[in-house]
Each structure stands twice: as structure tokens, then as C-alpha cells.
């Protein structure tokens, strides 16, 4: 295939900003001889329990495991039912399997795209254990509805709060309250370790579980005691990678305002004639992980993604509803069960969004897109 001539640089759907102190300071970790789990794993733990107002977190190398340590941490095993979107990461269902319990989907709201809470509550069993809601692009859900669904029935709630690093509700940081909540520093995330994961504790007392639970199931004791007593993974995080954690949450509060700026712009430009959805103009919780336009019908997503991919843009999918995938559909799940998720994993599109974008990267996919869509 002949590589199209592109007036400008190729502009892929995100990146991750990493300063140069960053780079020199994974390179002291390289040098210093102490390159897996140690002390820039703690001092990152100690950043992000602080940014949480003191809530116990600890660091994994993903946020998968962070989401399946916190259904375990909840007491979530075979038997048991765990109600989720199924309009997200594929991961978000995959962790409950991996427990031994079976994942039930409940559609979203086509407003927000994210869970609707009226439709989790008549899904609600004798054996639903927990919740786990997913803020879609950094848009949190309503945690006060959530938390009062889940308290009438007595269930847990795993926050899969991968993308919602930053973003707050009524005010509160997402993290800083709640039940468990995991977060994903994955290369794509508005903060990044590469890979790597978070997951913040309600409570001080499930600690040693939970690093039982991220290391071999291991207690070391004095100088030389170790003990057993449970089945524990390896999803420790590298001191690599927590460096490269440490260098980007001081940018965090600025990568937001950055985000929200891009978001206000795809608003004022974007052309409303096209027939797109919109995402809610959230700029109060948000931290605009990602802008996501959901395509009219008579258009059709792959025709779009390759002319902007012409036209020098990246387009993200994100994501197709899972319940449609062999896995899920093996369990039983079928098309037409959620209306809402189907059409919108059908014809979402993410379009580029990151820190380091320029205001006129905007007007060009606005442009690009007017020109693809017509
Ligand atoms: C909503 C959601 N849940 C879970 C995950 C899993 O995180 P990770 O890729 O760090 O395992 C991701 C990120 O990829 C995600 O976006």
C-alpha cells in the first residue's frame, strides 16, 4: 500500500504527556539498582492516598487486577451476581468470571452512556453481591443514586473508576469516598504508568488481604519469617513504573483543565447538523477521559474511521457492547437485550483528546469530520 502524502503530522486519538524529569527519573530507578516493587511503589501510594484524602490505596500492574483484588476483598465468589454496564472494557465483566461469579448487564442511559441505576435496581436478586459501575470517559456516575441503591439492598460497589481519575462528584474527587474504587494508569488514562492500577481501601483493616492478595498470598514477619495463608496473585507494580506515576500526578489538576478546554472547543465547533450525539457538557465532574460522538444511523462507523484516518486523525472505539461478544453470548446473553448499549457500541467514535493537543487540532477534526460525515 502507498503511504498518502499528509499535509500535517498524524493525529492519533490520544498520547500521554511525560516530562523530562519524568524520563531522567525513571533512569535514576534504572541506575539505581532497585528497579521492581520498592520504594517509588510506597512514595506513589502515599501520593495517591493523599490526593484521596488518606484513604488506604495500594498499586497493582493493572487495573483489571485492582477490579478483581477489590470483588475478592468483597467477599465476591461463586454464587454470587455482580451487576455491571455493559457498555465498557471488556475487563469490567471478564474480572467477575474470574471470581467464579457471573456478571449481570443491565442497559445504560443514552444520555449519560453509563449504567442506569433505575434498571440496576429491578435486576437486583437474592444473590446479587455487588455493583460495579463504569464512568465512560471520565464521566462519573451519580454516586449519590448509586450508593443509595446499593445501601437498600446491602451490596458492595467496585467503582471501575479506570477513567475517572480526576473527575468528581457534588464536589468529592472520585476516590476520596465510597466503597472500593479501582483505577487504571494503562499508557491511554489522563494519568499513566504505562501499565498499573490502583485500588483505594474503605477501610485500613483490609490492607494486609489485599497485599496478601497482590503478592503470592505472602506475610513476611522479623527478619527472616513468611506465612501462606491465602491464594495470592503477581501484580505488584514496578518502581519503573511507579516513577513514571510520581512524575505525572503533579500534572493531573493541569491535564484536566487542559482536557476540559479541548472538550469546550469540540462544543463550540462542532457541526450539529451532522445528526452526531454529543456527550453531556459536564464541565463540573468530567475529566473528559475521552469526547465520544455517537454517529446518526445512516452513517456508517468503519467508512468514518478510515476517511479520518485519510485526513491524518486517529479514531478511537470505545466500546462495542459486550454482551454481543462469543464469551458473554456463551452465558446467554443476546442482541435486542439492551437497546441503548447495542446502538451506541455500534456507532460510538472517540475523537482525539489529550493534554497536549492543540486548539486547532480541534478545528481540523472538526473539519475532517464534517467532510467525512457529509
Ligand atoms: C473502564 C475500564 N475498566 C477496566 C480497565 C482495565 O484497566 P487495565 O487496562 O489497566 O487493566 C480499563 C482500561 O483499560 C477501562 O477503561
Same mark, same amino acid.
Given at each position: 500500500?502507498?503511504?498518502?502524502?499528509?499535509?500535517?503530522? =498524524?493525529?492519533?486519538?490520544?498520547?500521554? $504527556?511525560?516530562? %523530562?524529569?519524568?524520563?531522567?527519573?525513571? #533512569?535514576?530507578?534504572?541506575?539505581?539498582?532497585?528497579?521492581? $516493587?520498592? &520504594?517509588?511503589?510506597?512514595?506513589f501510594e502515599a501520593e495517591l492516598s493523599k490526593l484521596f484524602g488518606g484513604r488506604p490505596v495500594r498499586a497493582?500492574?493493572?487495573?483489571?487486577?485492582?477490579?478483581?483484588?477489590?470483588?475478592?476483598?468483597?467477599?465476591?465468589?461463586?454464587?454470587?451476581?455482580?451487576?455491571?454496564?455493559?457498555? $465498557?472494557?471488556?475487563?469490567?465483566?471478564?474480572?467477575?468470571?474470574?471470581?467464579?461469579?457471573?456478571?449481570? +448487564?443491565?442497559?445504560?442511559?443514552?444520555?449519560?452512556?453509563?449504567?442506569?441505576?433505575?434498571?440496576?435496581?429491578?435486576?437486583?436478586? /437474592?444473590?446479587?453481591?455487588?455493583?460495579?459501575?463504569?464512568?465512560?470517559?471520565?464521566?462519573?456516575?451519580?454516586?449519590?443514586?448509586?450508593?443509595?441503591?446499593?445501601?437498600?439492598?446491602? @451490596?458492595?460497589?467496585?467503582e %471501575?473508576a479506570?477513567?475517572s481519575i480526576g473527575a468528581s462528584?457534588?464536589?468529592r474527587l472520585i476516590g476520596s469516598f465510597g466503597?472500593l474504587v479501582s483505577f487504571?494508569?494503562?499508557?491511554?488514562?489522563?494519568i499513566?504508568?504505562?501499565?498499573?492500577?490502583a485500588l483505594v481501601l474503605p $477501610?485500613?483493616?483490609?490492607?494486609?488481604?489485599?497485599?496478601?492478595?497482590?503478592?503470592?498470598?505472602?506475610?513476611?514477619?522479623?527478619?527472616?519469617?513468611?506465612?501462606?495463608?491465602?491464594?495470592?496473585?503477581?501484580? /505488584?507494580?514496578?518502581?519503573?513504573?511507579?516513577?513514571?506515576?510520581?512524575?505525572?500526578l &503533579?500534572?493531573l489538576?493541569?491535564?484536566?483543565?487542559?482536557?476540559?478546554?479541548?472538550?469546550?472547543?469540540?462544543?463550540? @465547533?462542532?457541526?450539529?447538523? @451532522?445528526?452526531?450525539? @454529543?456527550? &453531556?457538557?459536564? =464541565?463540573? /465532574?468530567?475529566?473528559? *477521559?475521552? =469526547?465520544?460522538?455517537?454517529?446518526? #444511523?445512516?452513517?456508517?462507523? #468503519?467508512?468514518?474511521?478510515?476517511?479520518?484516518?485519510?485526513?491524518?486523525?486517529?479514531?478511537?472505539?470505545?466500546?462495542?457492547?459486550? *454482551?454481543?461478544?462469543?464469551?458473554?453470548?456463551?452465558?446467554?446473553?443476546?442482541?435486542?437485550? +439492551? &437497546?441503548?448499549?447495542?446502538?451506541?457500541?455500534?456507532?460510538?467514535?472517540?475523537?482525539?483528546?489529550?493534554?497536549?493537543?492543540?486548539?486547532?487540532?480541534?478545528?481540523?477534526?472538526?473539519?475532517?469530520?464534517?467532510?467525512?460525515?457529509?
Open positions: 500500500m502507498v503511504a498518502r502524502p499528509m499535509s500535517k503530522e =498524524f493525529l492519533p486519538f490520544t498520547r500521554p $504527556s511525560i516530562d %523530562d524529569a519524568t524520563i531522567a527519573g525513571v #533512569a535514576e530507578v534504572l541506575r539505581s539498582g532497585w528497579i521492581t $516493587s520498592g &520504594p517509588q511503589v510506597k512514595a497493582f500492574n493493572s487495573g483489571t487486577i485492582t477490579l478483581e483484588v477489590g470483588l475478592r476483598l468483597a467477599g465476591v465468589g461463586p454464587g454470587d451476581e455482580v451487576i455491571t454496564t455493559p457498555l $465498557s472494557w471488556v475487563a469490567t465483566a471478564n474480572v467477575v468470571q474470574e471470581v467464579g461469579a457471573r456478571p449481570v +448487564f443491565v442497559d445504560v442511559d443514552p444520555r449519560t452512556r453509563n449504567i442506569d441505576l433505575g434498571e440496576v435496581e429491578k435486576a437486583v436478586t /437474592n444473590r446479587t453481591k455487588a455493583i460495579i459501575p463504569v464512568d465512560l470517559a471520565g464521566l462519573p456516575v451519580d454516586r449519590d443514586r448509586l450508593y443509595a441503591v446499593a445501601g437498600k439492598s446491602k @451490596l458492595r460497589i467496585i %471501575d479506570a477513567q462528584w457534588g464536589g466503597d487504571s494508569f494503562h499508557a491511554n488514562k489522563n499513566t504508568t504505562a501499565e498499573g492500577g $477501610s485500613e483493616e483490609l490492607v494486609p488481604l489485599c497485599e496478601k492478595l497482590r503478592f503470592q498470598g505472602v506475610t513476611r514477619s522479623g527478619e527472616d519469617g513468611m506465612e501462606v495463608d491465602v491464594l495470592g496473585g503477581k501484580a /505488584n507494580l514496578t518502581d519503573l513504573a511507579a516513577r513514571i506515576g510520581l512524575g505525572q &503533579p500534572h489538576n493541569e491535564f484536566t483543565a487542559r482536557r476540559r478546554e479541548l472538550a469546550r472547543r469540540y462544543f463550540s @465547533l462542532w457541526d450539529r447538523t @451532522l445528526g452526531c450525539e @454529543l456527550p &453531556p457538557e459536564d =464541565f463540573e /465532574n468530567s475529566n473528559w *477521559h475521552m =469526547f465520544q460522538v455517537v454517529l446518526p #444511523a445512516r452513517a456508517e462507523r #468503519a467508512v468514518f474511521i478510515r476517511r479520518m484516518r485519510e485526513a491524518g486523525i486517529g479514531i478511537g472505539v470505545h466500546y462495542p457492547a459486550m *454482551h454481543l461478544f462469543a464469551l458473554y453470548r456463551a452465558l446467554g446473553w443476546r442482541a435486542g437485550q +439492551f &437497546p441503548h448499549a447495542e446502538r451506541i457500541g455500534r456507532s460510538i467514535a472517540t475523537l482525539p483528546l489529550f493534554p497536549a493537543m492543540k486548539d486547532d487540532d480541534v478545528d481540523r477534526v472538526c473539519k475532517a469530520a464534517r467532510e467525512a460525515l457529509k
